[in-house]
């Protein structure tokens, strides 16, 4: 049988940072805070969800963030994306574009890589 989709990334995080990974992917990527189901919110972490989107950060000990494998998200106006990331104080790294988008990398919190892109317009 053939993969159907994506269900979910999941990254990891050290123990009791859940506010602060909450800050971020919830206050700065704008992706809700679920609730976990009650036998897994036992071991921390948490989940961010909105309609497909599902990126869920679990407790790894010891922590070592992921510096090359990353989610990569599509959003729209990068810049001002980047422009609101940079007055919050996550430093924003370029890379060279890709085909048909720009795309910038940022650090989570707990300095898991993610990349932004956006579509070019032509």
């Known amino acids: 049988?053939?993969?159907?989709?994506?269900?979910?990334?999941?990254?990891?995080?050290p123990a009791?940072?859940?506010d602060r990974a909450a800050a971020f992917?919830?206050?700065?990527?704008?992706?809700?805070r679920v609730a976990?189901?009650?036998h897994l919110a036992a071991r921390g972490g948490c989940w961010f969800e909105r309609e497909g989107l599902k990126i869920h950060l679990g407790v790894e000990t010891p922590?070592?963030?992921?510096r090359k494998a990353h989610p990569a998200f599509v959003v729209a106006d990068l810049p001002g994306f980047v422009a609101r990331l940079q007055a919050h104080?996550?430093?924003v790294v370029e890379d060279q574009p890709l085909e048909g988008y720009e795309r910038r990398y940022v650090d989570d919190p707990f300095g898991n890589r993610i990349e932004l892109m956006e579509a070019r317009s032509r």
Do not use: T
Not at 1 to 13: F, G, T, Y
Not at 27 to 32: E, H, S, Y
Not at 63 to 66: D, I, K, T
């Open 63 to 66: 922590f070592l963030p992921a």
């Open 89 to 91: 104080g996550y430093p």
């Open 36 to 38: 976990k189901p009650p």
């Open 1 to 13: 049988m053939p993969v159907l989709r994506l269900d979910h990334v999941q990254l990891a995080m």
């Open 25 to 32: 992917y919830a206050g700065m990527l704008g992706i809700p």
């Open 16 to 18: 009791g940072e859940e």
